[in-house]
């Protein structure tokens, strides 16, 4: 089946780590990926990472993958409000002959002073 | 590049009414893609095309929906009749590779 769940909210202070989670079921994804949405705005690619890898790291983003498990973590160090957003998991799968993006739900993180 | 370009920026009309919603993808950008998000269902997409033509449109929700590209510029969302359950924000996005997308600022529909 194609599904991608994460939890909905998340809250942290300023300062410490974020860690957003998130699973997926397709094992023939070829890419996941990180979005960030702020309030009124589309949604901005963060990060991807190629399904052959464990882990990426791209400044204060850590994108680390368990293939056997289907499970993604993003991290955020020294979270900052600016971080505030609405975080968004995705996986393309491959079809018979389309690719195709399954977004999950959503994780709003919220960023305390 | 501008980026994904969406107008209206937002639409208040009423039930019944025709809606149309216009997205100028990047230039060299050979997918575009229909979203909608709401609360409650989270974002969906609707329908992408690839080089114009519609590859997926297994999201669209009914026949009052239809999306066109007549040119590798210009994409439109149409409902026809409009009703209040159509409430949500509409994101065009486009990408050179299918997966890597970028969203425009999105378009806020309201049906009275």
């Known amino acids: 089946g194609e599904d991608v769940e994460q939890s909905l909210f998340l809250s942290v202070r300023e300062g410490d780590s974020s860690v957003i989670n998130c699973t997926y079921t397709?094992?023939?994804?070829?890419?996941l990926y990180w979005y960030k949405q702020e309030p009124g705005a589309g949604l901005q690619l963060l990060t991807y990472?190629?399904?052959?890898?464990d882990m990426k790291q791209d400044q204060r983003l850590t994108v680390l993958l368990n293939k056997k498990d289907k499970h993604l973590s993003l991290r955020i160090a020294d979270t900052q409000t600016g971080d505030s957003a609405i975080y968004f998991c995705?996986?393309?799968?491959?079809?018979?002959?389309?690719?195709?993006?399954?977004f999950g739900p959503g994780t709003s993180l919220s960023v305390i002073p | 590049d501008a980026g994904v370009i969406q107008s209206p920026r937002h639409e208040v009309t009423e039930m019944g009414q025709e809606v149309t919603l216009r997205c100028k993808p990047i230039?060299?950008?050979?997918?575009l893609f229909w979203y909608r998000q709401t609360m409650m269902r989270g974002l969906e997409l609707l329908i992408y095309f690839n080089n114009n033509v519609p590859i997926d449109d297994s999201g669209m929700p009914e026949d009052r929906f239809s999306a066109k590209m007549p040119n590798a510029s210009f994409s439109t969302l149409k409902i026809q009749p409009s009703e209040p359950r159509d409430s949500a924000v509409y994101f065009c996005?486009?990408?050179?590779?299918?997966?890597?997308?970028?969203f425009g600022p999105g378009t806020r529909l309201l049906v009275l």
């Open positions: 397709d094992s023939s994804s070829t890419y």
């Open positions: 996005a486009s990408s050179f590779l299918v997966e890597t997308q970028y």
């Open positions: 995705a996986e393309s799968i491959m079809k018979t002959s389309y690719d195709k993006v399954i």
């Open positions: 230039s060299g950008h050979d997918y």
């Open positions: 990472i190629f399904s052959n890898m």
